[in-house]
């Protein structure tokens, strides 16, 4: 049994965690702030796995093959639904790009099927029909409840032994030649330090100053926070907009009912540079922005009341990718997930424990796709679509 | 009618429910919020949280200084989509 | 239910309308809200809660706590007790989360109305009506915008005479007050005043503060200034007891709303929950307009608010209960009964001491908290206050939040009176024109002036207990 | 705890309270012209009384220092009543073997002179009958309020402030 620190209490963090202890590992880990207060608690709750790459279309069919049984395996409500993604093409070549992705996506077995703007009307009843010429629709796709999924992970790791810490800060690494030695950490009111065996650098947008503390170049994985928002409406009855509903030429602008009070979440890549790792500002153009598109999509729309603007980080990569794999002996990183880390949690979380306790991972996982020493090698991956 | 003492009314959570989520151990008032919902209903937190706050503080021998108040958002009122789209019929 | 009339006040209703409550005409007054006009025909369930189902009514009457939401016209989600009535109307009882209409046109975009002035007032209550001739008077030009269609704040509810020194209006009634304010602020030309108009955000664009405004839910409207002044008032405060969500038991405010702005009463026997002064002050109006009010019950061991005000009540026959307080209410769709318990020296109560009244309104008068959460949303650094209410912004002693050019006045600063309100009012708007570079110095001394009777009228055991509390709000020590 | 005053866990002060506080007016000056006698035992922000006073006769000197009548320069005037926003003035005089009582009344129906009303303690007991002997209307009043003058027996003379119009 090795002592493994985690450090990112968001949702690769602890579902990682759980994973650990699950093959059998001591794990503590380690949450600066509150469990899920980085980019999980602010996510949009969407899971697809309709990518437009191989790599991570084969990653997110496990991911929700592994949703599906999560309720069961944590042993609590998670409110995952799989009510689908429905991509909206405004032009004929778009519709044309929409059934390359359906074959390629088709290919990995996953459902996906191009559909006329009737049956996207079944799907989503106050769905504006006119600006679009047809949808791309994986009825596999869905949502969950990140709150509740991530304190089910939490819950079981716990009960499984792992020492999970909030409000406690890791401020620094001691490293000897390739290998993490220690992780020294802050708390109440003091510091202490921790012998480990080996270190998991799941802290996202934090993630380049965790490696600056294990004297790595913070750009070795370069990793930019933007503000991604979202605009949220009171709470609705349920089924009048039960998929992710996406227009991408629409500046990816979307909608979804949340899964669990039925208010409308509505997003779109109207994004900022955060200015700082505290940024989460909402901004005066996309509360303006996002909801102008959002009417567009569903016209009815127009008479719910919005509650509740919010900013989370989109950690991106340059290639949108996210970095997993190992940076030294013993120091592994899973960060940059660049709007995706809810949906692929459940893989990279089993992957990363496997690879991290025994070297491998039978998760059908692309490493080098994901390798973190791509930027330093100048090998960027197509941009993965990045629709929350 | 079973009587029931409403800390939450848009999400209809009780005390007896904040209680029993803080003896099981979850204690941060922003995961509190999140478990139960409260303060994200259509009223944005404006009754509820300052009792959440007071149940937080009676149980965990916290004064009342030392729990955050979670962030208001905007709109710091429910607007109606078109009010903030501009267009609305007069 | 309607009052016709008043020791004190005289209602001027409107146009007499037809709504349509689930089918059923229903007699309205232009200019009165949908829960009024429900309320004077004796409707108390406005809808049904989301998971168990609760009968629930009107609570805060202010739009802010969500309990009112009725379907209108087939729109979900309007909360009726901020929305007027309209002709024809129809209005049914929204049953736990609602569909939206399912057809509908995307609007006709429109850019928002932008305004622009030196200051931008937000809050037109005593704080923000004295804020805003101030700061005209000091040669800045200003935009007031406040939620209600009259100006005053709460003041236009409040028909007792104030305290305090008769240049601050001591001796005045509350809504004379608002006239008289209203009146002085209408005689300035850069005054620029907005009712009706909610502040939504405020965001921080470049050099300039942009408060981003939306006017009776449907038009939206920019603000753009380079000073804020948040004179934003007070929250009802309310407490977990059995059944508490009951129709018929409203905050003291919504009480006041009903009976002294529309005329309508809100039942006919009252428990109040409260002897601070908002209660003492509430059971007097509901003698005023014929309401029985069977007894206050508090907490405390003694009386929370002025002795004269217990005085008042007592007198006309209201027992005051102190170191009780309410265990449940009880009734099916309304209330119909409240059950209230004396406590021992540890809040608890004592078996046995229970006691019912038969009363159809449940009054709390629980206290007030700052309604901060615009500075909040702003930035503005908050703490936590007891003797101000609650959070409160930290500021200096030209109320000056944390974010340069962002001032406070008024009980969002902290939970006081309408007398220094006023005096905060007058400093803020002062200052923020000062701030600007706007106002000469010759302005400084009535800053002074306003501390200064600010001080005298803290001096008494009620303003030493603020005192303290403005020391733990102030940008220094802490 | 033991410092809070009887008046206040109760809600009204009783006569003995109240002169333990303010020196009770002598007999001689109470039948000489009413007297004004402030029930306002607690410093608060509050100084109209002072102000509207025509002769000096109220020391405050400051509006949180309760008011104390100085009763040899009062004239019995009742602007004090009609002001006070606390509604805590009163007059008293004593007139043969009956005591006049001046008091705020701001409900309805205002009483018409000569009209007999129930009297109500300071608990809202009622404690007996008595004559209205004046009204000064709202529109009258200096201060926006109503004062009645009411005629009751001279051992209800501190008992009696307040009144219900039966109608």
């Given at each position: ?388 | ?90 | ?125 005593p704080a923000?009506l004295m804020a805003?001739i101030h700061a005209?008077d000091a ?23 104030f305290f305090g020194k008769r240049e601050q209006f001591a001796g005045v009634?509350?809504?004379?007050i608002?006239?008289?304010l209203?009146?002085e ?44 002044i948040?004179a ?155 003797e101000l ?6 500021r200096d002693g030209w109320m000056e ?6 001032f406070v006045a008024g009980d969002?600063a902290g939970?006081e009176e309408a007398t220094t309100a006023m005096l905060e009012g007058k400093i803020a708007g002062i200052a923020a024109a000062l701030r600007?570079?706007?106002a000469g110095e010759e302005w400084l001394k009535e800053i002074e002036g306003a501390q200064k009777a600010l001080d005298e009228f803290r001096s008494g055991p009620f303003g030493r207990h603020v005192l303290e509390g403005i020391k733990k709000a102030m940008v220094v020590g802490? | ?42 410093e608060i922000p509050c100084a109209p009384?002072r102000e ?8 405050m000197p400051t509006p949180n220092d ?19 926003p ?82």
């Open positions: 049994m090795s002592k493994i620190a985690v450090i990112g209490g968001g949702i690769i963090g602890v579902a990682t965690a759980y994973e650990l202890a699950k093959l059998g590992e001591d794990v503590i880990l380690f949450e600066k702030n509150y469990f899920g207060s980085g980019s999980t608690f602010r996510c949009a709750t969407g899971i697809r796995a309709q990518f437009t790459d191989g790599a991570n279309i084969r990653l997110m069919k496990y991911s929700v093959e592994r949703w599906e049984r999560l309720e069961e395996e944590l042993e609590s409500e998670i409110g995952f639904r799989q009510t689908g993604y429905l991509f909206l093409a405004t032009s004929e070549e778009e519709v044309e790009a929409f059934r390359a992705n359906v074959r390629l996506q088709n290919r990995f077995g996953v459902p996906t099927r191009l559909i006329d703007m009737a049956e996207a009307k079944e799907i989503v009843p106050i769905l504006n029909t006119e600006p679009f010429l047809a949808g791309a629709w994986n009825p596999k796709d869905g949502k969950a409840n990140p709150f509740k999924t991530l304190f089910a992970y939490l819950r079981k790791a716990r009960e499984m032994g792992v020492d999970a810490r909030e409000h406690t800060p890791v401020i620094g690494l001691e490293r000897e030649g390739d290998e993490i030695t220690a992780v020294k950490f802050g708390g109440n009111g003091g510091m202490e330090s921790i012998k480990v065996d080996a270190v998991l650098n799941a802290a996202n947008a934090w993630a380049p100053l965790i490696n600056a503390m294990a004297g790595l170049r913070p750009d070795l994985v370069p990793i930019i926070p933007y503000k991604h928002q979202l605009v949220k409406t009171e709470p609705l009855e349920g089924g009048q907009v039960e998929p992710l509903v996406c227009p991408p030429s629409w500046n990816d602008a979307y909608i979804i009912q949340d899964g669990e009070d039925g208010g409308i979440i509505c997003g779109a890549g109207i994004e900022h540079e955060a200015k700082s790792l505290d940024d989460y500002e909402p901004t005066y153009d996309f509360l303006r922005g996002v909801l102008r598109y959002a009417v567009k999509i569903a016209p009815p729309l127009r008479y719910a009341h919005v509650v509740r603007q919010w900013a989370g980080f989109y950690a991106k990569t340059p290639d949108r990718n996210p970095a997993i794999g190992r940076l030294l002996d013993n120091l592994y990183i899973a960060a940059g997930f660049s709007g995706h880390g809810f949906m692929m949690a459940p893989a990279v979380a089993e992957a990363m424990a496997e690879l991290i306790s025994k070297g491998r991972s039978k998760v059908p996982l692309d490493w080098e796709w994901y390798d973190p020493y791509r930027f330093e090698r100048g090998e960027l991956r197509t941009g993965a679509f990045q629709i929350g | 009618m079973a009587g029931k003492r409403i800390v939450c009314r848009c999400n209809d959570v009780t005390a007896e429910e904040i209680e029993a989520l803080i003896d099981s151990g979850v204690t941060d008032i922003e995961e509190i919020k999140r478990l139960l919902r409260v303060g994200m209903g259509p009223c944005q937190g404006r009754t509820c949280l300052p009792i959440v706050i007071g149940i937080l503080a009676r149980k965990t021998g916290k004064r009342l200084e030392e729990i955050p108040l979670p962030k208001a958002r905007v709109p710091v009122r429910p607007v109606r989509v078109e009010a903030i789209t501009g267009g609305a019929d007069e | 239910m309607r009052l016709t009339e008043h020791p004190l006040l005289r209602f001027e209703r409107g146009r007499e309308v037809t709504i349509y409550f689930n089918g059923r005409p229903i007699k309205a007054y232009e200019g009165e809200t949908i829960a009024t006009a429900l309320h004077a025909a004796g409707i108390r369930a406005l809808n049904y809660s989301v998971n168990k189902k609760r009968p629930r009514g009107l609570f805060c009457a202010i739009g802010k706590c969500s309990s009112c939401l009725m379907v209108v016209n087939g729109i979900p989600n309007v909360r009726a007790c901020i929305t007027p009535v309209e002709d024809g109307m129809r209005i049914q009882p929204q049953h736990g989360r609602a569909r939206l209409p399912e057809k509908a046109k995307p609007p006709e975009f429109r850019d928002a109305k932008v305004v622009r002035a030196d200051i931008v007032i937000i809050g037109g209550g923000g805003a005209a040669g800045a030009s200003v935009a007031l915008l406040d939620e209600n269609p009259r100006l005053g704040g709460q003041l236009i509810k409040q028909t007792h005479k009634r509350g809504v004379e608002a006239k008289i209203s009146e602020l209408r005689k300035r030309e850069n005054v620029q005043v907005f009712l009706e108009t909610s502040a939504v955000g405020i965001f921080q664009e470049k050099d300039e503060k942009l408060v981003f405004a939306v006017r009776k839910n449907r038009e939206p409207v920019e603000f753009r200034g380079r000073a804020i948040v934003t008032g007070a929250m009802e405060r309310s407490i977990p007891f059995e059944n508490n969500d009951l129709p018929g038991i409203y905050g003291a405010g919504a009480i006041q709303t009903l009976m002294n702005t529309y005329g309508v009463k809100p039942g006919d026997r009252v428990l109040i929950v409260g002897a601070g002064n908002v209660g003492l002050i509430l059971a007097y109006q509901l003698i005023q307009a014929g309401v029985e009010v069977k007894a206050i019950v508090e907490a405390m061991p003694k009386v929370g608010g002025y002795f004269v005000h217990a005085a008042k009540v007592r007198r006309l026959g209201v027992p005051i209960l102190t170191r009780h307080t309410i265990l449940r209410a009880e009734g099916k769709e309304r209330v119909e009964r409240a059950v209230v318990a004396q406590l021992d020296g540890n809040w608890k109560p004592i078996p046995g001491t229970e006691g019912t009244f038969e009363v159809d309104v449940i009054a709390l008068a629980v206290g007030l908290r700052p309604s901060i959460e615009l500075l909040q949303q702003a930035g503005c650094g908050v703490r936590y206050v007891r209410g609650g959070h409160v912004a930290v939040t944390t974010v340069r050019g962002i969002s939970i600007l570079g706007i802490g | 705890m033991s410092e809070i005053p009887d008046y206040l866990k109760r809600g009204y002060i009783t006569p003995g309270e109240l002169f333990s506080i303010i020196p009770k007016p002598s007999e001689d000056r109470l039948r000489e012209r009413p007297v004004a006698v402030p029930e306002c035992p607690q009384c509207v006073c025509p002769t000096g006769a109220i020391n309760l008011p104390v009548v100085d009763y040899d320069k009062c004239i019995g005037c009742s602007l004090c009543v009609q002001v006070c606390g509604l805590a003035f009163f007059m008293v005089q004593y007139v043969g073997d009956r005591a006049r009582i001046t008091m705020p009344h701001e409900l309805l129906p205002l009483p018409e002179r000569g009209e007999t009303v129930v009297l109500l303690n300071r608990a809202g007991e009622p404690v007996g009958r008595g004559k209205v002997v004046t009204v000064v209307p709202r529109e009258k009043s200096r201060g926006d309020t109503p004062i009645i003058t009411v005629e009751v027996p001279m051992e209800l003379a501190w008992d009696v402030r307040a009144v219900r119009v039966e109608g």
